[in-house]
């Protein structure tokens, strides 16, 4: 299994951002949400659904993240979150785009 950001647009081909495998997310993202307190970002791994009212909060953990990341020798995980970034700050929910992380 694995966790991954999946973007749908309305057409046949789904975008898809990797984020980590199952254990990588067990273990690295879910030790820096903890040490954080970030929820959003301990939610992934069971699914959330991403809207234009909580994308911001979401953006923000995961910068808080990445400079965890830094800080504890994770810095090569710093790109997938660099990718996420990206894709969520491109969604476009007015032209009914939706992302759904999990």
Do not use: D, H, I, P
């Given at each position: 299994m694995s966790v991954a950001l999946i973007i749908k647009d309305g057409k046949p081909d789904t975008p898809m951002v990797p984020v980590a495998?199952?254990?990588?997310?067990?273990?690295?993202?879910?030790?820096?949400?903890?040490?954080l307190s970030l929820e959003w970002i301990a939610a992934m791994q069971f699914g959330i659904v991403v809207t234009a009212e909580n994308r911001a909060a979401i953006l923000e953990e995961l910068g808080k993240l990445r400079v965890w990341f830094e800080e504890n020798g994770y810095s090569v995980l710093h790109v997938r979150i660099d990718m996420m970034v990206t894709a969520l700050n491109g969604l476009q929910f007015d032209k009914g785009e939706t992302a759904w992380i999990g």
């Open positions: 495998t199952e254990a990588t997310f067990s273990t690295v993202w879910q030790s820096g949400a903890k040490a």
